[in-house]
């Protein structure tokens, strides 16, 4: 049976909100708090060691099973079908559905929901092909609802 329509807005550039350098992150923390010293070393201690704890992971919404990066956004402007949706280029822990041709608003493609490994939550759904030349750049990825995943401890 063919599904409705489902929403897909061309993303516009996304600025990569991952890349706010180090220095930016720890003055808009001293602008929050009137740091001493000695604070501002506890604050560049904890953000160093952030980032080299790894990278940040979104989970399933509904058992926590990590399944994509932040790292691997592509853009954040796609809708899904309840709401705002992310563009990712890697995805884990997810299982496939059947392919099945969508229309969606900015053509023609054929598309495979993806469902949560461990508790087959409906995460998003993969570009298997896209018909559009302009819209080729989608195949291979990976649709996440933003309601969907959960920022893990980040
Ligand atoms: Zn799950």
Same mark, same amino acid.
């Given at each position: 049976?063919r599904q ?6 061309a993303p516009?550039p &996304?600025r990569?909100e &991952?890349?706010?350098?180090i220095?930016?992150?720890? #003055?808009s923390?001293?602008?929050?708090? &009137? #740091?001493?010293v ?11 060691a ?6 940040r992971?979104y ?7 990590h399944?994509? #990066?932040?790292d691997d956004?592509i ?7 309840n ?7 890697h995805?884990?822990?997810?299982v496939m559905?059947p $392919?099945?041709?969508?229309? #969606?608003m900015t ?12 508790c087959?939550?409906?995460l998003?759904? %993969? ?8 819209q080729?750049y989608?195949?291979? $990825?990976f649709?996440?609802? $933003?309601? $969907?995943?959960? %920022?893990? &401890?980040w």
């Amino acid at each position: 049976m063919r599904q409705p329509p489902t929403q897909d807005v061309a993303p516009t550039p &996304n600025r990569n909100e &991952n890349s706010a350098p180090i220095v930016a992150r720890i #003055l808009s923390i001293l602008r929050l708090r &009137n #740091l001493s010293v000695v604070g501002l070393r506890v604050v560049v201690v904890v953000l160093m060691a952030a980032e080299l704890v790894g990278p940040r992971v979104y989970s399933c919404c509904n058992c926590r099973n990590h399944i994509c #990066l932040h790292d691997d956004i592509i853009s954040k402007a796609f809708q899904g079908r309840n709401g705002r949706a992310f563009l990712f280029s890697h995805a884990m822990n997810v299982v496939m559905g059947p $392919k099945e041709d969508r229309q #969606l608003m900015t053509g023609l493609h054929t598309v495979a929901d993806i469902y949560c490994h461990d508790c087959r939550e409906v995460l998003g759904w %993969k570009y298997e092909r896209a018909d559009e030349e302009a819209q080729k750049y989608k195949e291979g $990825k990976f649709i996440f609802e $933003k309601s $969907k995943i959960v %920022k893990e &401890n980040w």
